[in-house]
C-alpha cells in the first residue's frame, strides 16, 4: 500500500508542476490564465518546458533567466524519472514499502533489470518536484506575478474572478 501511495504522490506532484510551468508561461507572457489553458493543454510537457526557456530569456533579467531555465532542465531530468515509476512494472516486494519495477529494453537487444526500490525513494523523488513547484512559484511571486492565496488572480490585473470578454465588447 505504502508503495501505490508513493507511486500516486508522483502523479500529483507532477501535474502541479506542469500546472505551475504553464502560468509562468502565461503570466511571463502576459496573457490571461484562463484564457491561455487551452493552449497550455494542446502542449507536450516538452513543449511547455521549452517555451518557458525562450521566454524567460526573453522576459526576465539575466540571473533569474538562467535560474528559471537550469530548473526547467532539472524538472526534465526529474520527468524522466517520473515516467519511469508511473509507467512502470511492478511488484510488491517482501514487505509493504519496497517494490521491484520490471525493466525491459528491445532496441535491436533484449535487456532486462529490476531493481527494488523503496516507497521513501519515491516519495523523495516527489519532494524534489515539488520544491521545483515553489521555486517556479516564488520566482512569479518575486516578479509580482503570483498571488500565493489566489493562484489564478493576476497580481498586475483584477481580482481574478472576472469573465473574458470577447474582443468586440471589451472596453
Known amino acids: 500500500m505504502k508503495m501505490y501511495c508513493a507511486i500516486g504522490m508522483i502523479a500529483v506532484s ?60 532539472e524538472a ?3 520527468g524522466r524519472e517520473r515516467n519511469k515509476i508511473l509507467h512502470g512494472s511492478w511488484i510488491q516486494g517482501e514487505t509493504d514499502d519496497v517494490a521491484i519495477r520490471l525493466n525491459y529494453r528491445a532496441h535491436g537487444r533484449i535487456s532486462a533489470d529490476a531493481p527494488v526500490i523503496s516507497a521513501r525513494e519515491i516519495a523523495e523523488i516527489s519532494d524534489r ?23 489564478m488572480r493576476n497580481p498586475t490585473r483584477g481580482t481574478g474572478n472576472e469573465t473574458a470578454k470577447p474582443p468586440e465588447t471589451a472596453e
Do not use: Y
Open 76 to 78: 526534465l531530468e526529474l
Open 129 to 151: 518536484i515539488t520544491m521545483l513547484t515553489e521555486g517556479f512559484a516564488q520566482t512569479l511571486q518575486r516578479l509580482g506575478l503570483f498571488d500565493p492565496k489566489n493562484p
Open 14 to 73: 507532477w501535474a502541479q508542476l506542469e500546472d505551475m510551468v504553464s502560468l509562468c508561461i502565461s503570466r511571463l507572457l502576459g496573457t490571461d490564465h484562463t484564457e491561455f489553458l487551452p493552449i497550455a493543454s494542446n502542449m507536450q510537457v516538452k513543449a511547455r518546458f521549452d517555451a518557458l526557456k525562450a521566454i524567460a530569456g526573453l522576459r526576465l533579467p539575466p540571473d533569474e533567466a538562467k535560474a528559471l531555465v537550469a530548473r526547467c532542465d
